[in-house]
Structure formats: structure tokens, C-alpha cells
């Protein structure tokens, strides 16, 4: 159950991967893994979203996390990034025990994200946001300090300048700086938390769908930029992606995790999975999926709450090309 | 012991019928209807002029008042405002309903005279009948609260349960887009649940004015009282909000029987009740650390998905913003500058009476300048400004007064003073939404006033508190350069505060709570320095009130006062510094300026507080104020363009290929990788 850039060596086959792996959840998992989760569960009220999940990222390297429609994938990032609180399961964050921290205090430690539906500030202009991410997590006492602080009024360090104007060319956002948020598409809106997460120089992004409402190009550029930032930086950055474009997701992903009506039924390289007949159960709505142990009683929330988007199809898992 | 329980279940209908009106509004239309009060103040006074100004018979006079006036009230308003603040930001509908809240009071009083009324006959006819029950006395007029609480409650659950009407209410309560999709006109349900609201409304005013009289400012505690219920109902629980309601009343009347009847603090904690229950939930609240959340108890995930994002919001909106980017440094400045230098020079040019009245303007504007920061920036309606200001005026005559301190040290204490109790107000209400800061904020305004600012100490035989000026401005003209000296420095720090990196955070707390917590900052803590701050500044500006107007009486700083402040503000605009200025111009010379030559029109007063509540209810629609939106026109006139429409175009090149769809020429990524 776990990962790098190689095949992971302790996984179990992928036809069997699902339940018998899980460790218990009081184990915490090696120090070396940049992020990990022992046995998630998540209720709402009589909705299971999640049950019983692990999942381990190791230190610069991609995971991917991917299921149908209603898996429980956003459930899972909410669970990871601290805003959604599990009902049981714990959370590791580079070796530390994150189960019970906030948001905020992740964020300290070096964990960002972006949403489904991008979380921006609407009064703010793009490079604002990135400026904003980066004394966060750098400069922390100026959230409260700069407004007594003619200090604040001096242009900013080098330092500053260079980490966000990079980022911003490097997403090629420069044109658009100065911009506020709410005049801009949502093609460059997501654009834009990507760069607000990475401006806080982040050990650990989560991006939740960061490839919706982009057109194949920007998705397929968008894809090189993370492999280009993973691979550049100290450091080392992991990302755990959550996309309905399976595609992508095993085009990037050196380890991928599959989620179905809330249960992790499958984890391995994106070569393992795209054979794994579990995967294709869930995929292709097989009447009799192998490992799927989901209580009849209990719907996903994620599914009742969402509409009915359709799965990907095999074509999606054998790759678009 | 059942006597005073008895009692005490009348006051608790009254609380129980206006808390069901209320949650029954904001579940059905995400609307917290904060002129209820007025409403019912409104129904009661015309019941007063149609059966005992007119003589109709009780039965004639509560139907056209209760059954046919109110429900018509309801349907107006839905029509005339409410219909299109279906999908408005929840601070939007509450300054809307602040709006409502300030106009239709004046509005009685220009329709029915202004005559103060002590005794109001309820629906009982005089004499009132006593009956017997369990040994205990009770008033026919009690009967009725009763029978009317059972009534509706009883008849309210048998409709929303079982009939197809209440099928639809509570299908719209679910997901109002849904209901639509599926064939049924939510518009229509909404009428009818408007009406329903009002009609309650109608039927607490007519009940509670025996009790309380048929003064406005009563009737607005008395629905504070209730809006306490509906907070421990977190705003959506309508039989535990009804339940407490009942309980408010029979605690209040326990505390009657058996509390020392000659104690002050005996009638001061009677009055603090409703005020307890919600410390109550507040401290629940915060050992149980969970967030209540108040924008996601309405509508279902598509009315949430349809809810226009970066419009409709209170200051700041989007398209606001972009304009302010593109007009440039001088566009930005200059207009502002000018305004502030010929404001700022006519002191020089009026004399005598007039030049006193602008050192009160200024102080005011100070004032005003904390709504910039907490409701501007903050995107937070804080109702107890005035309150704030009160604790400022009251702290630095008392420390200055009569422990001889250097009045603008004593003022400086007043303003730290307010703001630690804006930084505890802040603490306990922000974590749990905007609306329950409104709530709060209201409901602490209230307490002040009643518990705090009535104290002997305070109010001195009814003389008030006086305080000297500082050494060095003692006359009018001087005095009133030192208040915009202040106003100009606090407007300065704003300035600063909007730029820096504290101000970029409150930003992204106010728009984006996932988005700010998930990138390390914390939310609460954002909002509660900016309401620290205002609280501050509030605190100072209550203090050269106190110096510009000495002696004062601390009733000067009531509740509802501070509400037709921030309708005035909002008419404005609430964002701009200027308008904090401009606001407190407009504050006090019209009323000046109407007294001194014209005494003999006395509704004009009136006229005036329909004309600030109208233009609170018009910042659903210009959320920036009028001087923004004025501002914009003339730029466009002078620019020779017609006005950019909300949310246009965006600004500068943004048709040229941005994002990483720019990158070019690019492998297939699968290429790449696989």
C-alpha cells in the first residue's frame, strides 16, 4: 500500500488489494511517507461515505486517486486537508499525527489544496492570492502584524518577488496579475488555486479536479506542469490527484488509488490497475464486482448528494490515445 | 409557583408565535426577517387606530388588521423586495430587512400620528374577563395568547405535515431550484409563506401591545427576545424553537416570583433572559467546537450552485473591484481628496451653531469608519456599534470626569475598553456565521442598553455625563479639527489596512473559509481583529461624541439608533472613507437643518428615517451605495462610455490566451510520461 515512483513492493496483487492490506489505525505508518491515512471512515448520519480507507504517499512522488462518480474521493481529500473531521481512521503528515489539527495548522506543516469548485477570494487580484499563500506559510506573523507595520508599505522582499512571479509565469498567469479573481474564467480560476497552493510551498498538495472546465490542451499542459514541478522540487512535493480523467490520472500517477461507493478496492501502478478486474467492474458497472462489500443499506453520501455523471469508460482506462 | 408559570406561558407564546414566524421565513426563504418587530408594531398600531381611534368593533379591527392588512404587508414586500433577494448574499438580506426595520416604524408614525401610547387594549374586550384555573387568575386576554399559540402550532404542524401545501413548503425548504424543475411555482409558495410570516407577525403585535405598549422600540426587544429562541434553534428548528420560546417566558416569570422583588438586579435579570439563552448556546457552541454554519442551512446543493459567487455581496463586489482596478491611482484617489478637502473646509466658512454640529458630524463619521473596516472589509454586519461607541463615551467620562484623567487618554482607555469587549463579542459569534453575528451583535446592543447604560452611575438623576475637551480645543472650530484629524488618521490606517497582508487575509477569510483555512489562515481570528478594530474605533468615535455634545445621556446610544446609522451608512457606502464622512454629514445636518427653519414640520424626522431604510433596502441592489454607484456614472459620462454592466468584460487584455493553454508547442503529456 504504498508508493513512489517504482512499484510499490508491499502491495498485494491488485485483484486483492482492497481490504485484507489495511493496517490497523493506531499503526503509524514509516516516517518516510510525505502523507498517510490508516482506516478512514467517514458517516453522514446513516450515509457512508467512506469506510475503512488507507492510503500512503510517499516523498515526490504522484498518487492518484480515482472512482466513479459518488467513490468518496473528495471525502477523502476533505478528510486529508483537515476539513472534514473522520468518524474513525488517523492521518499522517510527514510522520506526524494530523488527525486532530485544523486546517490551518496543516496548512503550517506544509499540506495545500485546491477544490472542485475554486475556493477563491473574490476581492482579491491573482498575484494577491499568491503573495497572500506565500507569507502564510512564510511569514506568518504578517497576517496581523503588517497593519501597524509601515513596513508593509516597502516593496517586497526578493525573495517574495521571485517565488510568485515565477509561479505565475510558470502557469502563465503573468498577464492576468493584476486581475481580480472574479473577472476571470474558470479555466484560469483553477489556475489560480493551483498557484495560491503552490506559492505556500507546499511538501504535500491535494488537487481536486484540477483538470474540469480546461480544454484537452491547457489539461495536457496543466499535467506537464505538475510532473515539471514534482520532478524540480526541494524539497521533495507529492501530489495526490483526484480527476475523473482516468486517462491523465495513469498518464501521471506513479501509484493509484481506487475508490468505489466509499471502500478503496484497488491500489498499484497505473499498469496493475488498468488490468485490475475490480477497476473494471466498478467502471463498467459489472452486477458482481469482486471485492465490492458495501452495505446495501448504506447509500454514499457523495452519490445521493451529486447528480448522475457518467462513469468513464473502458477507453478511459485503457488510455485516450 | 403554577401561577407565575401560567403568567409566564404568556409572554412565552408571544415569544413562541414570533420565533415560529421567524424560522418559518428563513427556512422557506433564507431571509432572517429582522424588521419582524417592526412589522407587528406596524399591524398593532393600525389595529389601535381601527378600534380605538375609529371605534370598530374588536372583531372588525383584528380581522382587517390581522387577518387581511398583515397577510397584504407580506405579499407587498415580497413583491416590491423580497422576490429579489431570493438568491442575495445572506448579508444582503439582512440589511435589506434592517432597511424594512427602520422605515416602517417612521412610516406608522407618518400613516397614524405619533402619539405615545401606554395603554393597548388587546383582543379581549374591556373589561377583561378573569376566569379561574387551578385556583389560579387568568385574564381572557391570556386565554387568547394561549388558544393562539395552540392554535397555530397545532393547525402549522397539521399543514406542513399532511397537506399538499405543505408538501410544496417543505419541498422548497429543501431545494427551492428543485421545486421549480419539478412543476411547482416556488414564487407562488413564497407569497404564501410571506403572507403566513406577516400574519404572525400581525398577531404577536396585537397580543404583546397590552403587555408591552405600542412603542416601536419595544416591540424590536421583544423580538430580540425571540430572535434568541431561534438562535437556539439554530435558526431552522421550529419546535424547539417554539419550546424555548415557551421556556423564556415561564423562566422570566419564575425569576418574578422568586428573585427579591426591590432589587435592581432582580429587574435586571429578568430582562437579561433571553440575552442568557443565547450565552447559553453561544458557550455550547464553543466547548463543543462545531460550526453551525449558517449559509448552508438553506436551499440544496443547486440552489447553492446557482447562488450568484462574487456578486450581490454587501461592498467589495466584484464588480466593484474590477472597476476600481482599471480607473487607476489618480481615478481612485482624486474624487475622494477633493470631496474630504471641501467637506473638510466648510468650518471655515459657516459660523457659530453650524460649526458645532460638524465636530458632531465628524465624530459620527469616526464611527461610521468602523462599519468600513468590519462590514466593508470584514463582510460582517455588526449590529452594536452604537454600543461600542456608548462603552467609549461612558468610559472616558467616567475616567476623565471623575477620576481626573487626561481626556484623550480617558478616550484612548474607552476605545481599548470597546475593543476588548468587541474581541470577546467577536470570540464567541464569528465561528458560527455571519447571520449569528448579526443575531448577536443585536441582541448584546440590546443588553448594554438595558442593563448597562441605565445604571444609576451612568444616567446621574437623569443629568447625564459631561466631559471636557482637551486643553487645546475647546472651542467648537478647534474641536471639530481635532475630530477630523481622527477621522482622517483612522481613514489613513484603513488605507494601510486594506493593502497589507492583514487586510488581504480578512479578504480571503470573508470570501472563502475552505479556501482560507485550507492556505493557513485562520478565519476567526481574521474577522475577530477586524472586529476588534471597529470596535476600537467605534469606541473612540463614542468618545469625541461625548466631548462634542457634553453632557449626554447614555440613552443616546441606543440599539435601534445604531441600526438607522447603519442604514444611512449603507445608503452611502459602506466601503468608502469618504462615504463615512459624507454619512456623517448626512446624519446630522438634514434633522439641524429641518429643526432650525422649518420647527413646525414635524413629520419630516420621519420622512427622513423612511428615506435611510429605503436606501438600505437599495443596497440590494447597489451593494457598493449610492456614492460608489454615483461615482461610476460620472466616470462613465465623462469617459464618454456607457456603464460597464456587473460583471462584464474583464479588464485589460484578457482576451489574449492565458493559463497554461499558452504553452506551446507541448507534447501530449502521455507521451511524456507513459
Known amino acids: 500500500m504504498t508508493t513512489a515512483a517504482a512499484p510499490p513492493p508491499s502491495p498485494p496483487p491488485p485483484s486483492s488489494s482492497a481490504g485484507p492490506a489495511v493496517a490497523p489505525a493506531d499503526v503509524p505508518p514509516g516516517s518516510a511517507a510525505a502523507l498517510a491515512a490508516r482506516g478512514v471512515t467517514v458517516r453522514f448520519g446513516g450515509l457512508m461515505a467512506l469506510h475503512d480507507v488507507s492510503i500512503e504517499v510517499e516523498p515526490g512522488a504522484i498518487a492518484g486517486l480515482v472512482g466513479p462518480n459518488g467513490a468518496g474521493k473528495s471525502t477523502l481529500l476533505g478528510v486529508l486537508s483537515g476539513l472534514q473531521r473522520p468518524n474513525a481512521g488517523k492521518?499522517?503528515?510527514?510522520?506526524?499525527?494530523?488527525?486532530?489539527?485544523?486546517?490551518?495548522?496543516?496548512?503550517?506543516?506544509?499540506?495545500?489544496?485546491?477544490?472542485?469548485?475554486?475556493?477563491?477570494?473574490?476581492?482579491?487580484?491573482?498575484?494577491?492570492?499568491?503573495?497572500?499563500?506565500?507569507?502564510?506559510?512564510?511569514?506568518?506573523?504578517?497576517?496581523?502584524?503588517?497593519m501597524f507595520d509601515p513596513r508593509s508599505l516597502l516593496p517586497a522582499s526578493r525573495t517574495e518577488n521571485d517565488r510568485v512571479d515565477g509561479l505565475l509565469e510558470l502557469l502563465r498567469l503573468t498577464r492576468v496579475a493584476k486581475a481580480p479573481v472574479a473577472a476571470l474564467p474558470l479555466g484560469v480560476l483553477r489556475l489560480v488555486e493551483v498557484g495560491r497552493a503552490l506559492a505556500s510551498d507546499p511538501q504535500v498538495l491535494l488537487l481536486d479536479e484540477p483538470l474540469s472546465g480546461l480544454d484537452i490542451k491547457a489539461s495536457e499542459n496543466l499535467l506537464l506542469v505538475f510532473r515539471q514541478i514534482v520532478d524540480q522540487a526541494d524539497p521533495p512535493l507529492s501530489l495526490v490527484i483526484v480527476e475523473h480523467d482516468v486517462a491523465a490520472v495513469l498518464s501521471l500517477s506513479d501509484t493509484v488509488f481506487v475508490l468505489d461507493f466509499g471502500e478503496r478496492i484497488a491500489v498499484g501502478t497505473p499498469e496493475q490497475i488498468r488490468n485490475d478486474a475490480a477497476v473494471r467492474a466498478a467502471y463498467l458497472g459489472d452486477s458482481e464486482p469482486a471485492q465490492r462489500a458495501t452495505p446495501t443499506s448504506e447509500i454514499p453520501a457523495e452519490a445521493a448528494a451529486s447528480g448522475s455523471e457518467p462513469s468513464p469508460s473502458l477507453a478511459d482506462l485503457e488510455g485516450r490515445s | 409557583m403554577l401561577?407565575?408559570?401560567?403568567?409566564?406561558?404568556?409572554?412565552?407564546?408571544?415569544?413562541?408565535?414570533?420565533?415560529?414566524?421567524?424560522?418559518?421565513?428563513?427556512?422557506?426563504?433564507?431571509?432572517?426577517?429582522?424588521?419582524?418587530?417592526?412589522?407587528?408594531?406596524?399591524?398593532?398600531?393600525?389595529?389601535?387606530?381601527?378600534?380605538?381611534?375609529?371605534?370598530?368593533?374588536?372583531?372588525?379591527?383584528?380581522?382587517?388588521?390581522?387577518?387581511?392588512?398583515?397577510?397584504?404587508?407580506?405579499?407587498?414586500?415580497?413583491?416590491?423586495?423580497?422576490?429579489?433577494?431570493?438568491?442575495?448574499?445572506?448579508?444582503?438580506?439582512?440589511?435589506?430587512?434592517?432597511?424594512?426595520?427602520?422605515?416602517?416604524?417612521?412610516?406608522?408614525?407618518?400613516?397614524?400620528?405619533?402619539?405615545?401610547?401606554?395603554?393597548?387594549?388587546?383582543?379581549?374586550?374591556?373589561?377583561?374577563?378573569?376566569?379561574q384555573f387551578l385556583g389560579v387568575p387568568v385574564t381572557l386576554d391570556q386565554v387568547i395568547v394561549y388558544a393562539c399559540v395552540i392554535v397555530t402550532v397545532v393547525a402549522g404542524a397539521l399543514v406542513l405535515r399532511y397537506t399538499e401545501v405543505g408538501l410544496k413548503?417543505?419541498?422548497?425548504?429543501?431545494?427551492?431550484?428543485?421545486?421549480?424543475?419539478?412543476?411547482?411555482?416556488?414564487?407562488?409558495?413564497?407569497?404564501?409563506?410571506?403572507?403566513?410570516?406577516?400574519?404572525?407577525?400581525?398577531?404577536?403585535?396585537?397580543?404583546?401591545?397590552?403587555?408591552?405598549?405600542?412603542?416601536?422600540?419595544?416591540?424590536?426587544?421583544?423580538?430580540?427576545?425571540?430572535?434568541?429562541?431561534?438562535?437556539?434553534?439554530?435558526?431552522?428548528?421550529?419546535?424547539?424553537?417554539?419550546?424555548?420560546?415557551?421556556a423564556m417566558g415561564v423562566a422570566t416569570s419564575l425569576f418574578q416570583r422568586y428573585l427579591p422583588p426591590a432589587s435592581q438586579w432582580t429587574t435586571e435579570i429578568i430582562d437579561a433572559v433571553p440575552f442568557m439563552v443565547i450565552a447559553l448556546f453561544l458557550v455550547y457552541s464553543l466547548i463543543r467546537g462545531g460550526r453551525v454554519g449558517d449559509n448552508e442551512g438553506w436551499g440544496g446543493v443547486l440552489d447553492r450552485a446557482i447562488t450568484?459567487?462574487?456578486?450581490?455581496?454587501?461592498?467589495?463586489?466584484?464588480?466593484?473591484?474590477?472597476?476600481?482596478?482599471?480607473?487607476?491611482?489618480?481615478?481612485?484617489?482624486?474624487?475622494?481628496?477633493?470631496?474630504?478637502?471641501?467637506?473638510?473646509?466648510?468650518?471655515?466658512?459657516?459660523?457659530?451653531?453650524?460649526?458645532?454640529?460638524?465636530?458632531?458630524?465628524?465624530?459620527?463619521?469616526?464611527?461610521?469608519?468602523?462599519?468600513?473596516?468590519?462590514?466593508?472589509?470584514?463582510?460582517?454586519?455588526?449590529?452594536?456599534?452604537?454600543?461600542?461607541?456608548?462603552?467609549?463615551?461612558?468610559?472616558?467620562?467616567?475616567?476623565?470626569?471623575?477620576?481626573?484623567?487626561?481626556?484623550?487618554?480617558?478616550?484612548?482607555?474607552?476605545?481599548?475598553?470597546?475593543?476588548?469587549?468587541?474581541?470577546?463579542?467577536?470570540?464567541?459569534?464569528?465561528?458560527?456565521?455571519?447571520?449569528?453575528?448579526?443575531?448577536?451583535?443585536?441582541?448584546?446592543?440590546?443588553?448594554?442598553?438595558?442593563?448597562?447604560?441605565?445604571?444609576?452611575?451612568?444616567?446621574?438623576?437623569?443629568?447625564?455625563?459631561?466631559?471636557?475637551?482637551?486643553?487645546?480645543?475647546?472651542?467648537?472650530?478647534?474641536?471639530?479639527?481635532?475630530?477630523?484629524?481622527?477621522?482622517?488618521?483612522?481613514?489613513?490606517?484603513?488605507?494601510?489596512?486594506?493593502?497589507?497582508?492583514?487586510?488581504?487575509?480578512?479578504?480571503?477569510?470573508?470570501?472563502?473559509?475552505?479556501?482560507?483555512?485550507?492556505?493557513?489562515?485562520?478565519?476567526?481570528?481574521?474577522?475577530?481583529?477586524?472586529?476588534?478594530?471597529?470596535?476600537?474605533?467605534?469606541?473612540?468615535?463614542?468618545?469625541?461624541?461625548?466631548?462634542?455634545?457634553?453632557p449626554f445621556q447614555p440613552a443616546e446610544f441606543a440599539t435601534f439608533q445604531g441600526v438607522v446609522w447603519l442604514a444611512i451608512f449603507v445608503t452611502i457606502g459602506v466601503r468608502s472613507n469618504v462615504a463615512a464622512l459624507i454619512a456623517g454629514v448626512m446624519f446630522v445636518f438634514p434633522d439641524a437643518l429641518f429643526q432650525y427653519y422649518l420647527p413646525s414640520w414635524t413629520t419630516l424626522p420621519e420622512i427622513l428615517s423612511v428615506l435611510f431604510g429605503l436606501g438600505a433596502i437599495s443596497a440590494a441592489k447597489y451593494p457598493e451605495g449610492a456614492l460608489a454607484e454615483n461615482s461610476r456614472r460620472l466616470r462613465a459620462l465623462l469617459q464618454g462610455f456607457r456603464p460597464a454592466r456587473p460583471g462584464g468584460e474583464p479588464p485589460g487584455d484578457l482576451g489574449v490566451p492565458v493559463g497554461v493553454a499558452a504553452v506551446s508547442p507541448a507534447p501530449r503529456i502521455s507521451e511524456q510520461v507513459s
Open chain 1, 91 to 146: 492521518v499522517w503528515l510527514r510522520g506526524e499525527d494530523v488527525t486532530q489539527a485544523s486546517p490551518r495548522a496543516r496548512a503550517a506543516r506544509g499540506l495545500a489544496r485546491t477544490f472542485q469548485q475554486p475556493e477563491l477570494f473574490m476581492g482579491l487580484t491573482v498575484r494577491e492570492h499568491l503573495v497572500l499563500a506565500y507569507r502564510a506559510r512564510t511569514a506568518r506573523h504578517r497576517l496581523w502584524r503588517d
Open chain 2, 3 to 131: 401561577q407565575f408559570v401560567i403568567a409566564g406561558l404568556v409572554l412565552g407564546g408571544i415569544y413562541a408565535i414570533a420565533s415560529a414566524g421567524l424560522v418559518i421565513t428563513y427556512t422557506s426563504s433564507g431571509i432572517l426577517n429582522f424588521a419582524f418587530g417592526a412589522m407587528a408594531f406596524f399591524i398593532a398600531r393600525f389595529y389601535y387606530y381601527l378600534h380605538t381611534q375609529e371605534s370598530w368593533s374588536i372583531a372588525a379591527a383584528a380581522v382587517v388588521s390581522i387577518v387581511l392588512a398583515a397577510p397584504a404587508m407580506g405579499v407587498v414586500l415580497y413583491f416590491l423586495l423580497f422576490r429579489y433577494l431570493r438568491l442575495s448574499a445572506p448579508l444582503i438580506k439582512v440589511v435589506a430587512t434592517i432597511g424594512l426595520l427602520v422605515a416602517i416604524p417612521s412610516l406608522a408614525t407618518l400613516a397614524f400620528g405619533n402619539q405615545a401610547i401606554q395603554q393597548a387594549p388587546g383582543l379581549a374586550p374591556e373589561p377583561v374577563a378573569v376566569y
Open chain 2, 169 to 246: 413548503v417543505r419541498a422548497m425548504v429543501d431545494s427551492p431550484a428543485m421545486t421549480g424543475l419539478s412543476g411547482t411555482n416556488p414564487g407562488a409558495i413564497s407569497v404564501g409563506v410571506w403572507a403566513v410570516s406577516t400574519f404572525f407577525a400581525g398577531l404577536v403585535g396585537v397580543l404583546a401591545a397590552p403587555i408591552i405598549g405600542l412603542d416601536s422600540g419595544k416591540f424590536t426587544v421583544l423580538i430580540a427576545a425571540s430572535l434568541a429562541a431561534v438562535v437556539a434553534a439554530k435558526l431552522r428548528n421550529l419546535p424547539v424553537a417554539v419550546l424555548v420560546g415557551l
Open chain 2, 308 to 550: 450568484p459567487q462574487g456578486e450581490s455581496r454587501l461592498a467589495g463586489s466584484a464588480s466593484g473591484t474590477v472597476e476600481t482596478a482599471s480607473v487607476g491611482v489618480v481615478g481612485k484617489y482624486a474624487g475622494p481628496l477633493l470631496l474630504m478637502v471641501v467637506v473638510g473646509a466648510l468650518p471655515m466658512i459657516v459660523s457659530g451653531y453650524w460649526v458645532g454640529l460638524f465636530a458632531q458630524a465628524f465624530a459620527y463619521a469616526v464611527i461610521f469608519l468602523s462599519w468600513t473596516i468590519v462590514t466593508g472589509e470584514g463582510g460582517m454586519l455588526w449590529l452594536c456599534q452604537i454600543t461600542f461607541a456608548g462603552v467609549g463615551a461612558l468610559t472616558t467620562a467616567q475616567l476623565a470626569s471623575n477620576h481626573g484623567w487626561p481626556v484623550l487618554a480617558a478616550a484612548l482607555v474607552g476605545g481599548l475598553v470597546a475593543m476588548v469587549m468587541g474581541a470577546l463579542v467577536g470570540f464567541l459569534s464569528i465561528r458560527l456565521g455571519d447571520l449569528y453575528v448579526a443575531l448577536v451583535t443585536l441582541t448584546f446592543g440590546l443588553l448594554m442598553e438595558n442593563l448597562v447604560f441605565t445604571l444609576p452611575t451612568f444616567v446621574n438623576q437623569g443629568l447625564g455625563l459631561s466631559v471636557n475637551r482637551p486643553g487645546f480645543a475647546t472651542t467648537d472650530l478647534t474641536f471639530t479639527y481635532l475630530s477630523l484629524l481622527v477621522f482622517v488618521v483612522i481613514a489613513l490606517f484603513i488605507v494601510n489596512f486594506r493593502r497589507s497582508t492583514t487586510g488581504l487575509a480578512l479578504n480571503a477569510a470573508r470570501w472563502s473559509e475552505a479556501g482560507a483555512r485550507t492556505s493557513g489562515i485562520s478565519v476567526v481570528q481574521q474577522k475577530v481583529i477586524a472586529g476588534s478594530l471597529a470596535a476600537f474605533i467605534a469606541g473612540i468615535g463614542g468618545a469625541l461624541i461625548a466631548m462634542a455634545q457634553s
